[in-house]
C-alpha cells in the first residue's frame, strides 16, 4: 500500500489532498474536536471556491453539530469575513475552508478563536490533544442546533472597510483598477469593494467555481494574465488575491508585478504617514519595513512566521499596522486579519492622497532584493543543521526567535524549516541582487556539505 | 448500554451516544461506495438531529462522487417516489420513523425505490466494515443540488390515482396528526385539495414531537379527543416520516395499528381479489378477509423489503406491516400512509360508507405485544436456544422458523424474534380470545426468561 504523504495534521490546522487523504471522517472528527476544545457555542463557518468546499463544510458541520456548537454558516467568502464576523458576532470561534495558495487539490482548515485570530501554537496543542484523545463530547437530540445561514458576512465587512476608507478619486477621476481573483473567494466581494469606492473595474477570473486558471499564490509567475490586462486596459493599478482573499500582490500602471514584499511596504508607508505607531511583521519579512518606520521614527517588532504570532504581538503592543511579506496587510482598526481587500482601499487611499502613480509610489520604497528558497530536508536534521549554522555564522548578529536569522548591515537571511513540508526555508535578502544570490548559494552548499 | 441497531430496517441509534456523525459519515460512504457513486436522494424528517445527520450524509456521499440531491424535510414515501421517477441510483431517508425522540436512523433505498434487503444490506454492510471507501479526486466532485417538489409530485401522483371528484362532493371533516413530523406541510393540503373540512394538530414542523410518533392507540389519544370535539368523518396519525398511518373512527374510537392494514386489505379486495402480502407478525384478520374475499396472503419475515419485494413479485393488490404501514403497488412499492388516506376517504365516499363500519368488516381478533430488552451480545444466543428446545419437544402447534419462532394453532398463535429496530425481543400473541391471547404471550415470555437463564448459566 502506498503510504499516504499528503496529510498533515499540526499547529496549522488540518491540510490534505482532496480523494487522497482529507477524507470526511478525519474532517467530521476533527471538527468534534474543535466543538469540544470550545465547549460548544457558536462557530462562523466560511470556505473558499474549491469544489472540494462542500463536502469539507458539511463534514465540518456534522461534528459541529454533534459537539452542541451553533453553526453559522457564511458559505463562500474571504478568510478575513470569517474572522471579521467572528468579532461582529461575538461567536466562540470560526473555522475558515480554505488551502489560501495551495494548489486545487488541497484543502484545509484554519481554525479561528474568538477574538478572530487564528489558534496560536499552545492552543493548536491543547486542540490537537483533544482531537487524539478521541472523546468528543456529545449531545443529546434536543441540544443539537440547526446550522443557522447568515448572508450578511460580505455586507458587513465591506461596511467596515468603507467606514475608514470611502470613495476616492486620484486628480479629480475615477480610478480605473484590474483585479485577478483567481476565481477564488475574493470574487464575490473584491469587485464590489472597488465599486463602492468609485473606482471603474476590469475584472479577470471571477467566477467563482473553484477552477483556479492558474495557481493561487499571487507571486509574479503568477501574474501575467493581470499584467497584460494591466497595459491592455490602461488601468491605473492592478490587484491579484490567492483563493481566500487573505493575500494582495499589486501590478503597476507600466503592468509590472510590484512584488509581494512590496504589498505591505506600501501599506505601512500610507499608515505611518497619516499617523504614528508600532509596526509588527515576521521575521522574513523584508528590510523595507523598517527603513520606512525609522524614517517615521516608528518601532518594528519581529516575530516568528505565521499570521497568529503576528497578530498576537500586535496585540500586546497595541500596534498600529502589521502583516506578513507575503502579501498579507494587518491593520486592527478594520480587521485584526490579514485582509486583501483593506490593503486594496489603503494603497488607492495612499495613491490618492500622493496623486502619483503607483509605479512612482512602488519606485520610492527602499530598493531590496530577494532570494527565496527551498531546500528538502529531513526534519530529524534540522536541529542539527541549524546549530552548525549558527556557529559558522557565530561571529555576526543572530536573531534565534525561530530557526536562525543573521543579520548584516546590508543584508540578512533566515534559514528555518517549514510547519507544513519536510523541507528547510532559506530567505535572503540584500540591497544587491548579486549579494542575495551569493548568499544563498554559500548557505545551501553549506547544507549540501553538512 | 446505549443501543445501536444495524439491520434490514437500516442503521438506527440515540443521538449523542452511538449514532455518531462518524458513523453516519462511513455509512454514507459505504453506500456511495456500493452504488459506484450515481445520483442519491436524500430527505429527512423533522428530529433536530436531522440537520446533522443531513451533513454527515452528505459529505460522505460527495467524496465517492455521488451526485446528491438534497430534499430537506420531506416524508420518506415522497423521496422513494420521486426517486423512481427521476430513475435515481438511491436515496438515504434520515429518519428514526416510529422510533422515540432522541433515535435518528439511516435508511438504504435502492433504485426502484424499495429498501435494501437482507442480502443487500449485508453486502453494504461489508463494504463498511471493510472500510476501503471510493475516493473521489476534486474534479469528480458534485454540487449538491437542492429539490422541493417531491411532495408535489407525490400529491400529483396520488390524487390521479383516486375518484377525486367522488371524495370532494363527500365535503368529509378529516382529523389529522402529524405529530409535528415530515408529513406536516403535506397531509393537511392533500385533505384541503380534496375540499375536506381539515382540523390539523401537531403540524409544526420545528415543535417537537408531541408524542411518541409510533401511531398506536395510546399515542392517538390527543387525535382521538380531536375527532370527537369537532364531529369528524374519520381521524388519521402518521409517524415522523409519512410511512405508518393509524386511524380513529368517526366514533372517537382509535383503531389498532394493526387495523390499517386490515383496512385496506377489505378496501383492494373488494374492488378487485388478489394476493395480499403480510409479514410474519401480522393479524390473522388478514387471511380470514384473504379468505372472505378470494384472495389469497403471503407471509414474509418482519421488514418493509421482504414485503415489498413479495408485492412486486406476486403483483399483489395489497401489502403491508401490522405497524400501520400499507404498501399501494398502483402507487408505489413502499409504506405511504398518504396513498392509504386516500384510498380510505376515496372508499367511504364512493360506498357511502362509515369508518365505524368499515372497521366493523374486520374480524375482531385480540393481540398482545410485548417487548423484552436483552442486551445485543445475548438476543440471538436467546432465540436460538429457544428454538432448539421448541425443535426438541412434541409440539401440537405448526411451527415457522422464517424469521424467529413462530408457533400457530387453530384458536392463535404466539412469535418470538429479534426486533429490526431496538435491542429487544418481541413476543406477539393472537387469538380471538383475549385470554388465551395473554397465555400464549405469558407461556412465550416463560420460555425467553428460561433460554435467557440458561444462557447466564453457561
New interface residues.
Partial sequence: MKPIRTLKISISGIRGV???SL???L???FA?SFGTYLNSGEIVIGRDT???G??????V???L??SGCQVIDLDICPVPTVQHMVRELGARGGIAITASHNP??W?ALKLIRSDGCFLNSYQAEELLSVYHQGDYK??????????RKNEQGIPSHLKRILESYGPVKWNGRNFKVAIDCCNGAGSLMTPRLLERLGCEVVAINTTPNGIFPHPPEPVPQNLTDLCRLVKESGADVGFAQDADADRLAIVSEEGMPAGEENTLALAVKFVLSQERGTVVTNLSTTQAIDDIAQAFGCRVIRTKIGEVNVTETMKKENALIGGEGNGGVIFPRINFARDSMVGIALVLHYMARCGVSISSLINELPKYYFVKQTVPYPSFRVRSLLKQLQETYSGERLDQTEGLKILRPDAWAHIRSSNTEPIVRIVVEARHEDLARAWAAEIVSRMEKL | MNPLKISISGVRGIVGATFTPELVVNFAQAFGTYLDSGQILVCRDTRPSGSMVRSAVISGLISTGCKVIDLGICPTPSMQLLLTAMGASGGIAISGGHNPEGWNALKFVRDDGIYLNALQAGELLDVFHQSEFTKMPWNKLHKVQERNDAIDLHLARVKKSLQIEVIRQRRFVVAVDCCNGACSRMTPRFLEELDCKVVSINDSPSERFPHDPNPTPTNMQQLRAMVKASGADVGFAHDADGERLGIVTEQGVPLSEEYTLAVLTVIQLSQKPGVVVTNLSTTQAIDDLATRYGGSVIRTPIGQAYVAEAVKETRAVVGGEGSGGVILPDIQFSHDSLAAIGRVLEFLAVRQNTISDLAAAVPRFYMVKRNLGFSPSTIYAVIQDLRASIESEAQTATLDFSDGIKLSWPDGWVHVRDSNTESMIRIIAESKEPSRAESLADWAQTRVRIASVRMAER
Fill in positions: 482532496i480523494g487522497d477524507l470526511p471522517p474532517l467530521t472528527r468534534e474549491r469544489t472540494s462542500e463536502m469539507v463544510k458539511h463534514a458541520f456534522a461534528g453539530m454533534s486545487v487539490e484543502n456529545k449531545v443529546r437530540e434536543l441540544e443539537i442546533r440547526e446550522v
